[in-house]
């Protein structure tokens, strides 16, 4: 997003921890929309863990969506993301629920999930219509507490979207290599994430790694064309379909990596948008994904 990068520098991984969180908060404080009138926010803690609710007004006892955030396991927080979750409860009609989980590096690999398993458990009490979803490093998370909730008999998940996520696919070859200096995000980038995560082979931090994907919800996924994650995407729903899983994948050949703080300017990043709040709400209402 070259629009962006008078905020958050295409070579922020060079700076200190400060300063690339103070780059990210403005960039994403640049983006911000107001959220929708329709929705009510309350902020809630689940032991230690910031959580944000988006209700909808007047919708009573709706699906519920997690959401977790992207920003590469060390960036954002509830504030980032905060206008995104609340147009998804209002464009979906759905209740999401935002996490503020532990970043690296001070909290490594397995905080990050660890904090967002325990918001889903939290949730799970008092909601049977659970969906996962998130952004980057998000839709990692999401993926992983999908194969989480699936290896330990629960919760039951509608879905998981997973929007340009990084699944810990293969930098050698494919969109590592051709998209290598992608605007937004470089593969670079990725391996400076990576490595500052520490999740290394585990599946739970790079989902790729499973075996066996057999029993897992269904898939809404979106990649960004000049992405070097673009390719997960489609390796990841490969696998998917391989064991039966229902998947639907759409391919922003145009857009780049974080397009979602777009979607009020470009026409492509509105449309994707707009798709994937249609994929959140037939996902939740029609325990299907939407007609293609």
Do not use: W
């Amino acid at each position: 997003m070259i629009a962006g990068e008078r905020f958050y520098p295409a070579d922020a991984v060079n700076f200190t921890l400060v300063q690339q969180r103070a780059f990210y908060d403005k960039f994403c404080a640049h983006f911000r929309k107001a959220r929708p009138a329709t929705v009510v926010v309350r902020d809630f803690t689940v032991g230690a863990v910031p959580c944000r609710h988006y209700r909808r007004q007047g919708m009573e006892a709706a699906p519920m969506l997690l959401y977790l955030h992207g920003g590469g396991f060390v960036l954002g927080g509830l504030d980032s993301h905060d206008d995104i979750c609340a147009e998804l409860c209002d464009g979906a009609g759905v209740d999401v629920v935002g996490v503020e989980y532990r970043l690296a590096p001070e909290h490594p690999f397995p905080a990050a999930f660890e904090d967002s398993l325990a918001v889903l458990n939290h949730l799970a009490r008092e909601h049977d219509r659970l969906l996962v979803g998130g952004d980057s490093a998000g839709g990692n998370l999401a993926a992983a507490l999908a194969l989480k909730a699936r290896d330990t008999g629960g919760p039951h998940l509608l879905g998981q979207v997973l929007i340009y996520p990084g699944l810990g696919g293969d930098m050698t070859k494919g969109s590592y290599v051709t998209k290598a200096v992608a605007p937004g995000l470089s593969t670079t980038d990725v391996l400076y994430y990576r490595d500052i995560y520490r999740g290394g082979g585990s599946k739970f931090a790079e989902p790729l790694r499973e075996t066996n994907y057999a029993g897992l919800p269904p898939a809404f996924l979106v990649a960004a064309g000049h992405d070097p994650l673009r390719d997960d995407c489609a390796a990841f729903a490969t696998k998917l379909k391989a064991a039966g899983v229902a998947v639907e994948v759409r391919d922003e050949a145009f857009l780049v990596h974080a397009f979602l703080r777009a979607r009020s300017m470009s026409e492509p990043a509105r449309a994707s948008f707009d798709a994937i709040i249609a994929a959140i709400r037939s996902l939740a209402y029609e325990d299907r994904l939407p007609a293609s």
